[in-house]
Structures are given as structure tokens and as C-alpha cells.
């Protein structure tokens, strides 16, 4: 079963009754001109288990201590967003997977070799995968693109995966003078949180710190 993931981006109270997540709307709850019964028809539950990843972004949302640990022991990643809604904090059960720690050791004690060889296989895969995005959605030629893949070195030591987004960016939106840059025009807003929230749902799912790889990967 694919599980959900549940977006807050106004105020709401989060709340946890009967195993289910209680979603609340803060000036229905204050309005004593509402019925009892109105209020309670207003609130919205949603089963736990069936929720993977919740993104929090609005400073007045409140989320109790109940919710947090009924979320976390059924292995759903908690994503808290700053003043321009990018996720600045990831809470990530300690027990959900099984293998975590277990990841965490090899990601840590894996040796250089092995760091180069994966980083290779990873940006061959990015220039494949951009490759058919191009194509299917911009209906470019890809011909350079397939080229690059296939040359990729342990390591990128060519650097090809810049080469190769660089022809990416400047093909898939058709937008005068953008460049992909994390303080750049939009949409490199969208894009930015994009990135932010399938790292966090990978930490999750496969059981791995991804900050520990972008460390690692940024000091070499």
C-alpha cells in the first residue's frame, strides 16, 4: 500500500484519538457561537498507518506529543518548513527500520573506492533519467545526453552530471535567462523543496542518513 503524505500549510490543530490523526480547524475550535455537534462534523481524521510523510508549514500549527509518537512508531518522516516553506528539520523514527542502524555503519565506515563507484552508478542513472524526462516532456534530442551517461568515470571525475544539467535546465522549461540555483528565480523555489522532501522520504523508506552521504560527498 502506497502511503499518503499530508501537506499543513495554514493553522491546524493536530491532535490523537483512537489511533487516528485528528485535524482541527483553530477558528472553528474558538468560536463559541458553533454548536458542539457543528464543531465535531467539522473535524477531519485520517487512519495513522496510512500516512508516510507529514509536512508542517505554518508557524501556528499545533501538533501534540501523541501525534509525534504515533507517527514516528508507524515509520512516517516529520518534514518542519521555515518562512519560505522550505523544510529546514526531519524527525525520523529510531526503530521503524530495521536495518537503520545497520545503514548508518556502512555508510560511515564505507571506503573511498566504494564512495567513487557509487557516486558513478548515481549520476549515470541522473543523465538517464533526465534524458527521459527530456524527451517525454520537451520532446528534445537526447543523443549528447545518452553520450554522457555512458562516459561517466568513477567519481564523475569529468564532471559530466554538470555538463549534462546544464543542457538539461536550459531545454526543460523554456525559460529566458534561468539557471538552476537554489537562490535562484522560480521555479528553483519548487525545485528546491522537491529535492528536500524525496531526500527526507529516502532517509525513511530505504533507512539511510542521507546528510551523512552529502557530507561525505561535498568533503572529497
Known amino acids: 500500500m502506497i502511503k499518503k503524505t499530508l501537506y499543513f500549510g495554514n493553522p491546524i490543530y493536530l491532535s490523537l484519538k483512537n489511533a487516528q490523526l485528528v485535524i482541527k480547524l483553530p477558528e472553528v475550535v474558538k468560536n463559541e457561537t458553533l454548536t458542539g455537534g457543528f464543531k465535531q462534523k467539522a473535524e477531519v481524521t485520517k487512519p495513522i498507518e496510512d500516512i508516510g510523510v507529514v509536512v508542517l508549514d505554518n508557524k501556528q500549527i499545533t501538533i501534540t506529543s501523541g501525534v509525534l509518537e504515533a507517527l514516528l512508531e508507524n515509520n512516517c518522516a ?45 549520476i549515470k542513472q541522473k543523465i538517464e533519467n533526465q534524458a527521459a524526462v527530456l524527451k517525454k516532456c520537451a520532446g528534445e534530442e537526447i543523443r549528447c545526453m ?75
Open 78 to 122: 516529520i518534514i518542519t518548513c521555515d518562512s519560505k516553506s522550505m523544510p529546514v528539520g526531519l524527525m525520523l523514527p529510531l526503530y521503524g527500520n530495521t536495518t537503520q542502524n545497520e545503514r548508518f555503519r556502512q555508510q560511515l565506515g564505507a571506503s573511498l573506492p566504494l564512495m567513487k563507484q557509487l557516486w558513478q552508478q548515481t
Open 146 to 220: 545518452k553520450a554522457w551517461a555512458a562516459d561517466v568515470k568513477s567519481g564523475d571525475s569529468d564532471n559530466l552530471e554538470a555538463r549534462a544539467a546544464a543542457y538539461y535546465w536550459k531545454n526543460l522549461f523554456k525559460i529566458d535567462g534561468f539557471t538552476r540555483d537554489r537562490e535562484g528565480i522560480p521555479p528553483n523555489n519548487l525545485l528546491n523543496y522537491g529535492v528536500c522532501d524525496i531526500a527526507c522520504c529516502c532517509g525513511t523508506w530505504v533507512g539511510i542518513e542521507w546528510t551523512f552521504a552529502y557530507v561525505r560527498h561535498s568533503s572529497s
